[in-house]
Nanobody
Framework: QLQLVESGGGLVQPGGSLRLSCAAS????????VGWFRQAPGKEREGVAC????????FVTDSVTGRITISKDNAKNTVDLQMTDLKPEDTAVYYC??????????????????????WGQGTQVTVSS
């Protein structure tokens, strides 16, 4: 069964850090690109970062550049999102998604369910003092 499960969310103070993890079961990470997305209350889902199937190319959206790093851990079969210097506007439900994307040089941060066909249930991140 193909499944993505996010973990690592929680309540953190502004300026703090969190590491989110996306556990992929039933997938070979070498076959998929993975994206992280977020959705705040009343807002549309937006892309945060993505990583290609070979892990050599990543993309991070401008709003979080310098504060977020995406990485793959093939041994654990996870894709992690390290977030630092968190701000209240980072508060959202964070989702990971998988796409069977043959490219090793590019990935997409568009939350296109026609491209990212597998989605996790999300993990809540709240940044507040």
């Amino acid at each position: 069964q193909l499944q993505l499960v996010e973990s690592g969310g929680g309540l953190v103070q502004p300026g703090g850090s969190l590491r989110l993890s996306c556990a992929a079961s039933g997938f070979n990470l070498d076959d998929i690109s993975v994206g992280w997305f977020r959705q705040a209350p009343g807002k549309e889902r937006e892309g945060v970062a993505c990583i290609t199937r070979n892990g050599r190319s990543t993309f991070v959206t401008d709003s979080v550049t310098g504060r977020i790093t995406i990485s793959k851990d093939n041994a654990k079969n996870t894709v992690d999102l390290q977030m630092t210097d968190l701000k209240p506007e980072d508060t959202a439900v964070y989702y990971c998604a998988a796409a069977y994307n043959p490219s090793t040089i590019s990935c997409s941060v568009r939350p296109d369910k026609g491209h990212y066909t597998y989605w996790g249930q999300g993990t809540q991140v709240t940044v507040s003092s």
